[in-house]
């Protein structure tokens, strides 16, 4: 049998009130409208649901039978069309914030505050993804909007805006003698063709363009860099360097999450700002992902 919510529905209406009348009443349809449908039930049950005459409607033993199945059938719907309404508005309002580490600067908070002063019911949502997704989730979906930096592979993609620019500083071990050169110079800086021949942490190869930039490759002029290992976090990062197995750059305010014991990072000259932004797929404009990104304007102009 092919039974239709609707019917069963008609049926327990007529079950309860025992009347044709009411129940067409009660559900807002004719009572022959109601009657066809009863008998269209009865048809695919092969049985009568109900006595009628001229005085009284009552349930046979079958309609007996059917009614405390036809209610939990009803009842389970109901429960399924509100879990399905409640997913909705959860799909609807959560925005996922798709980061390789923690933006720091601020950035979250001052980014929430603007979101939810636009959308009350928005529900922003961290998610941490590997290096190696140099998109930070934006190139699956499994993100909406992300924290990431600059370039991105296959750019044309996605909308960005930039929430921080900061120069590059070199993390080394805290021996190391360009560190004491550092010192010695008067901004404690070194010039990046200084560093030329060091190995070099490097991320993922699936990080593409991105790994590329934080080895510096377009200030080595065709100078191979060397790879000391491949680091995919701010504590491999941290653990490589102190072992001695090769320098890193890194942003300006990324320092603090390699920077310590016996790690120290210097500035670098001869090379680029580092760029941070907030991105999302080019094609998405829904409503939050478009909030946060306007958020993201406003904050990046008001740190710039």
Not at 84 to 96: C, G, K, M
Not at 279 to 301: I, S
Request: glycine share 8%; with cysteine.
């Amino acid at each position: 049998m092919d039974v239709h919510g609707r019917d069963l529905r008609y049926f327990a209406a007529v079950a309860e009130d025992l009347s044709f009348t009411q129940a067409a009443e009660r559900l807002f349809v004719s009572q022959p409208a109601l009657s066809k449908q009863i008998r269209m039930l009865e048809k695919q049950v092969g049985a009568c649901l109900f006595h009628r005459d001229r005085r009284a409607v009552r349930l046979t033993a079958v309609g007996e039978a059917l009614l405390p199945h036809a209610r939990g059938m009803l009842a389970a719907w109901e429960a399924a069309e509100a879990a399905v309404e409640e997913a909705r508005a959860a799909e609807l309002h959560t925005l996922v914030i798709g980061m390789s580490t923690s933006p720091g600067r601020g950035l979250l908070p001052a980014l929430r505050t603007r979101l939810v002063s636009r959308h009350p019911h928005a529900r922003p949502a961290l998610r941490q993804v590997n290096w190696a997704d140099p998109t930070a989730g934006l190139a699956d979906g499994s993100s909406d909007v992300a924290f990431v930096w600059l370039p991105l592979p296959d750019g044309a993609r996605y909308q960005y805006v930039v929430v921080a620019q900061e120069p590059r500083l070199v993390a080394l071990p805290q021996g190391h003698p360009l560190a004491a050169r550092a010192a010695a110079d008067s901004d404690g800086a070194v010039d990046f063709t200084e560093l030329l021949d060091e190995p070099f942490l490097a991320l993922p190869s699936e990080a593409g363009p991105l790994r590329d930039y934080w080895l510096a490759l377009d200030a080595r002029d065709g100078h191979a860099p060397r790879i000391g290992g491949v680091v995919g976090s701010a504590e491999e990062t941290h653990e490589a360097v102190a072992n001695g197995e090769g320098v890193a750059l890194l942003a300006t305010g990324n320092a603090s999450l390699v920077v310590r014991d016996e790690v120290i990072a210097v500035p670098v000259r001869g090379i680029s700002p580092s760029r941070l932004a907030v991105a999302a797929r080019r094609d998405d404009e829904r409503p939050l992902v478009l909030a946060y990104l306007a958020a993201a304007a406003t904050v990046g102009a008001g740190t710039s």
